[in-house]
């Protein structure tokens, strides 16, 4: 990034750390960059009563609204993992209320493997605000 920054996929491998996984030995660390270039990171909280904890990127946005943003331009999910591993269903729904379909996401593993796609690739059909409109 400009200006020696640190890029988003540093940003989300440096969060990961903080993970708090100690059910699934799973950390997840996710980075995003918002419309006007500020970053917001997240990492997964698991909590015993499963399903209550969080995901790196409820974190991440939570984050971003927190400080007054709400438009997401990029974000980036890392794991340790054979393969990147995409945002889970619920936090598709999530991007897609802050994000283009235009958007890219992009997935890593601690090895270097990265896939990127648009939310649009990941949430085909993506429930939105037109279809709460009235006639």
């Known amino acids: 990034m400009p200006g020696g920054r640190m890029s988003l996929l540093d940003e989300a491998q440096r969060v990961r750390k ?3 996984a100690p059910y ?3 950390k997840v660390g996710a980075a995003l960059t918002t419309r006007t270039c500020r970053v917001f990171a997240g990492c997964n909280v698991e909590n015993v009563a499963y399903p209550e904890g969080t995901c790196a990127e ?3 946005i939570a984050a ?5 943003e709400t438009e997401i331009a990029e974000i980036v999910v890392v794991a340790d993992s054979p393969e990147p591993v ?3 269903g619920g936090c598709r729904q ?3 209320e802050f994000g283009s379909g235009e958007m890219l996401v992009t997935m890593a593993t601690l090895g270097g493997v990265t896939v990127t796609r648009t939310l649009k690739e ?3 059909g993506a429930f939105t ?3 709460m409109a009235n006639g």
């Not at 971003?64 to 007054?68: E, L």
């Open 58 to 60: 409820a974190g991440a």
């Open 94 to 96: 999530k991007l897609a």
């Open 18 to 20: 903080n993970a708090h």
């Open 64 to 68: 971003m609204v927190a400080a007054g």
């Open 86 to 88: 995409t945002p889970c």
């Open 122 to 124: 990941l949430l085909p």
């Open 129 to 131: 605000t037109h279809h």
């Open 24 to 26: 699934s030995g799973f």
